[in-house]
């Protein structure tokens, strides 16, 4: 485990699970991200979709991606059950082109988006992102995609 909170096969921190094979600006890239809960995983979110994204965004975008990883990993913390070092997260990152899709799981089953939410961190993401929603299962997830504005 590294001190970012991150723990992956590798050093990096950050392990690729699969690709469709094509390369250059089509290629398709999986990124599976495990992460320790409680008070480090929002910085090693972060930390690992900087590595993946840092030359394929913009300044810009790279900002609202930050800010929208860190929702909802920080989202998994307080309301999803990985409060402690011992919990676990993943961090499943889809780049498609231009297309970032993040979901990020957590030891609840899930949730349903609510028509008023308590905080703030749904209303960024909705705000931010081109399409999120959540998905219920053994682990519940939360994720959102992003294609830059033009």
């Not at 469709?20 to 480090?40: E, F, K, T």
């Not at 609510?114 to 053994?138: K, N």
Request: proline residues 3%.
């Amino acid at each position: 485990m590294s001190k970012n909170g991150s723990r992956a096969n590798g050093s990096s921190g950050v392990s690729a699970t699969g690709s469709a094979g094509r390369q250059g600006a089509d290629a398709i890239a999986l990124h599976r991200i495990h992460l320790s809960g409680g008070r480090d995983a929002v910085p090693g979110a972060r930390a690992a979709v900087d590595l993946l994204t840092v030359e394929l965004y913009d300044e810009l975008a790279g900002e609202d991606i930050r800010l929208m990883v860190s929702e909802l990993v920080g989202n998994s913390v307080r309301h999803g059950g990985a409060v402690g070092g011992d919990d676990d997260i993943e961090l499943t990152v889809l780049i498609d082109g231009s297309l970032l899709r993040v979901e990020c799981s957590d030891p609840t089953a899930g949730f349903d988006a609510p028509d008023a939410p308590d905080g703030f961190g749904l209303a960024i993401i909705a705000d931010l992102s081109t399409e999120w929603g959540t998905r219920h299962g053994a682990l519940g997830s939360t994720w959102f995609e992003y294609v830059p504005r033009a």
